[in-house]
């Protein structure tokens, strides 16, 4: 049930900050385009640095889980937005919602928003799949806050509870309870058993984990952070470039250029934008070139 | 004038909060430097929570009173500040599974040195020492959560020792690891006493695998020490018949049972009294003796689980059971033995429909199982897991009787009543199972499991964290149950359990059953599963498996040389 798994290319021997300061980044920027082909950007971005490290398998089954939701997304917005100049559908009069129209507009916005959504699943994708659980903690811990730490620990037992919960309902299948077949009101009250005995291990487990922490000296005083992770120049010239293409970002952000008018008629396209975009999208790409030079050329791997 | 002790224990009480009952009772212990104490009792005597104190672990985290004194090095542990204590005393716990905090090993050995504001290259220093010392260089970057449980234990082990107490204590830490991975810990343990002079407290329940190692030994009961043994010679034949039978291994216990003053603790010990009490042995001299074995009963047995040809392999290709071919009849009490990942557990899944078949089949009762649901199948099948807690949910115990009748539509025949009767349940039923024994939360398990009239019980490790007072108990229940003719399949690394109660064994590796056959057929011949009373006596009386037997022949021996004297 673990999620990390160590891969032999670069983006797994990057400097745990440097990975982080990517997903930032990149999460940044989803937030502050609007334009669909600046978003466009950062997915190919996102989804080539996740290709580089070798999880594309794991992010399509983040993506099939995620295929529902955008859906709905698009449904809800065609639907209810209804500010579009471009009729594309006018439904019959309905009961409540009176006429609905779909517009070639709100299904265009309904697209763009979908394709934030995906940045930011790939992004949280990229870090459960490439970021060291260990040295995340070590990251976050280390600005000092106790309740960042905690959160961070309490991922750290979610695997041990999936765990938790597979056995225990292997126990009470076997005990006879139905938790898969029946009727979903028999199921549902089949399942409270082990959600309850879930919560009084987890509880336990809970005591018993903070009692090793305590024993190994765990708030006792000021800690310190050991740290064998060294600076390459693979992680300077990455931290260059993506921030290079956050401040382009920002740029095109406070220029407007990275704004889209979907509404009330789509606005039309400016091509120095899209190659704006094209840089920003080849920047942040940055590390899945650096991998691919890496792969080819072993003697790379020393120099940076 | 003696030295002064290392640790030291004055008129030592404590109370868990809200309780009136003292946990600890006056304890009083002193504990010189580089001794290895090791601590005994049953469940509920004490143990536990006179580590938890020494550590420091109560009442500063646990909470409660305690009154009295406890000094290191003359120093009151209440003058020192926790960092200081707890950096003089390292503490392992029973559980690998909840004392591991991070995912890596590295980052796991070097969380105490952070808690304790090391600078990095001290950091870096401590970490090369410990894992180059313990065998974990190859594994630091290993995933924790990917490793096995003796590997784990060893992990917390190593992560404690980086801290360099001078004080160890381990809370059964060996109670959760299969036999091979017990002794390679207490090994280590061994090691780090013998080599490194660390002062030692090791509290244990299973005496037979650890007693050999100590200097001495305290039984504790109802939170006082009762007996303090101290080995004049480590090794020696040091045993007193005084200790009440409870405490005592196999091999002590046999000899004390006859009436010796002088107690063997291991098997070349008591094979260097038996070559010394009966020369005639030394001098390779015939002697016959011989053990009456009762055989299983001739009566017609009912076919209950028919496997044929039966393969399974995991979604990820790996094929885990191969060509296997068994049948459980009706009165069986077969122990399925084998290294870890040999398919053992595997093979209980199959039966109980948890897991389907590749290829083959199973048959319960004449019935194809591949077409049948885990919970038809739980009508005829019990099992019994590892952790009762896993199953008990309620928050009494004649609730969770109720819970099983109530969920199979059982009639409330009177049937729940005998059952409780029969397993001494009755002064439990209004109690939470969570506030039970390990050995009393089993028996309510095994108590609604036979509420349903199982044709066949499948037990997983059924004697894991049992002391040998609940071993014996259930042991005991076990044949009754098997002698009404339940069948049992019980998966087990614990020998001197098989050797004592099942009747046939099969021994697993590599997903194929190697061999299967009469306990007494294999277990003799073998080197690794032979149980103690089989090497006490090999080349002297074949196929001496239980202590009954091992008795029988030693009162012959005893026989024989009065009569040739």
């Known amino acids: 049930m673990l999620t990390y798994r160590e891969k032999d290319n670069l983006i797994y021997k990057l400097h745990p900050f440097t990975i982080i300061a990517f997903i930032i980044i990149v999460f940044i920027l989803s937030l502050l385009f609007s334009s669909p082909f600046f978003l466009l950007g950062l997915l190919l971005a996102v989804v080539s640095v996740i290709k580089a490290a070798g999880t594309l398998n794991e992010w399509k089954k983040y993506i099939k889980f995620s295929l529902t939701i955008i859906m709905l997304i698009m449904i809800i917005n065609a639907l209810f937005a209804q500010n579009g100049a471009t009729i594309l559908y006018r439904s019959p009069h309905l009961p409540l919602f ?51 730490l905690a959160i961070t620990l309490s991922t750290r037992l979610f695997p041990l509870m999936i765990k938790d919960f597979q056995r225990i309902s292997e126990v009470q299948r076997c005990r006879g309870a139905k938790l898969y077949s029946g009727k979903m009101w028999e199921r549902i009250k089949n399942f409270l058993p082990i959600i309850s005995i879930l919560l009084i291990s987890s509880l336990e487990r809970a005591l018993q984990i903070s009692e090793s922490m305590h024993a190994r000296a765990y708030g006792s005083g000021p800690r310190s952070f050991y740290h064998k992770d060294l600076w390459h120049p693979r992680d300077f010239l990455i931290l260059i470039v993506s921030a290079g293409g956050l401040l382009l970002g920002i740029w095109s952000y406070l220029k407007g250029w990275s704004a889209y008018a979907y509404y009330p008629a789509l606005a039309r396209y400016n091509l120095n934008e899209i190659i704006i975009a094209i840089i920003i999208s080849i920047s942040l790409m940055f590390p899945a070139v650096l991998n691919w030079g890496w792969m080819l050329f072993p003697s790379l791997r020393s120099r940076i | 004038m003696d030295a002064v002790p290392k640790l030291a224990i004055e008129d030592l009480s404590y109370y868990y909060p809200e309780t009136n009952t003292p946990a600890l009772n006056r304890i009083n212990l002193e504990i010189p430097e580089g001794q290895f104490l090791i601590i005994a009792g049953e469940s509920g005597s004490g143990k536990s929570s006179l580590l938890r104190i020494i550590s420091g672990l109560a009442p500063e985290f646990y909470g409660g009173s305690s009154q009295g004194r406890i000094s290191l090095d003359d120093v009151d542990i209440k003058q020192l500040k926790q960092r200081e204590l707890l950096q003089k005393m390292g503490i392992v716990f029973q559980n690998p599974e909840s004392q591991l905090i991070m995912m890596s090993v590295e980052q796991e050995l070097v969380f105490g040195l952070e808690n304790l504001g090391l600078p990095n290259n001290l950091m870096r220093r401590r970490l090369m020492e410990v894992s180059g010392a313990l065998g974990l260089s190859s594994y630091l970057d290993s995933f924790i959560p990917e490793l096995s449980g003796g590997q784990k234990q060893k992990i917390a082990l190593a992560s404690v020792l980086a801290m360099q107490p001078e004080i160890l204590l381990l809370d059964e830490p060996s109670s959760q690891l299969d036999p091979i991975a017990a002794q390679e810990f207490l090994a280590v343990v061994r090691q780090l006493n013998e080599d490194h002079g660390l002062t030692i407290i090791l509290v244990e329940q299973r005496l037979e695998r650890c007693c050999h190692l100590a200097d001495r030994i305290i039984f504790m009961e109802q939170g006082q020490i009762c007996y303090d043994y101290k080995v004049k010679e480590r090794g020696a034949n040091q045993w007193t018949y005084k200790l009440p039978a409870v405490f005592l291994p196999p091999i002590p216990k046999l000899f004390a049972g006859l009436g ?21 042995l030394a001098e390779n001299k015939q002697v016959s003796v011989t053990v009456s074995k009762t055989s299983a009963g001739a009566e017609e047995q009912q076919n209950i689980v028919d496997i044929r040809s039966l393969y399974f392999s995991y979604p990820n290709g790996q094929e885990v059971l191969k060509n296997i071919d068994l049948s459980i009849n009706s009165g069986d009490f077969i122990a399925v033995m084998g290294e870890n990942g040999a398919g053992k557990s595997t093979l209980l899944k199959n039966i109980n429909g948890l897991l389907k078949a590749g290829r083959g089949q199973i048959k319960m009762l004449n019935r194809d199982t591949g077409k049948m649901t885990v919970e038809e199948l739980a009508a005829d099948i019990g099992y019994l897991p590892q952790d009762s807690m896993d199953y008990l949910f309620l928050p009494s115990v004649g609730e969770e009787l109720t ?79 098997n002698s009404e003719g339940t069948a049992i399949v019980m998966v087990t690394h614990d020998v001197e359990f098989v050797a004592q109660y099942a009747r046939d064994l099969i021994l697993m590796f590599g997903g194929i059953i190697v061999t299967k056959g009469s306990k007494y057929e294999i277990l003799p011949q073998s080197t690794y599963y032979a149980p103690q009373m089989c090497k006490l006596f090999r080349n002297i009386a074949d196929g001496v498996l239980k202590a009954d037997e091992g008795k029988e022949i030693l009162a012959q021996l005893i026989q024989y040389r009065e009569e040739i004297m």
């Open chain 2, 403 to 481: 819970y099983t009748i109530k969920n199979r539509n059982l009639p409330d025949d009177g049937f729940k009543e005998h059952i409780s009767k029969k397993l001494n349940l009755k002064p439990f039923l209004e109690c939470n199972p969570r506030d039970l024994s390990a050995g009393e939360a089993q028996r309510v398990v095994i108590a609604s499991i036979l509420l349903s009239r199982p044709s066949l019980l499948l037990l997983d490790e059924p004697t894991r964290g049992l002391d040998n007072h609940m071993k014996e108990k259930l042991g005991e229940l076990l044949l009754q149950l």
């Open chain 1, 98 to 148: 009176g006429t609905l129209s779909i517009s070639l507009e709100s299904l265009a916005y309904g697209l763009g928003m979908s394709v934030r959504l995906l940045v930011i699943i790939s992004v949280f994708c990229l870090y459960t799949y490439v970021v060291n659980p260990d040295k995340s903690l070590r990251l976050w811990g280390g600005l000092g806050s106790k309740s960042v």
């Open chain 2, 260 to 280: 010796y003053k002088k107690l063997p603790m291991t098997v070349k010990q008591g094979r260097k009294i038996l070559h010394e009490d009966f020369p005639s």
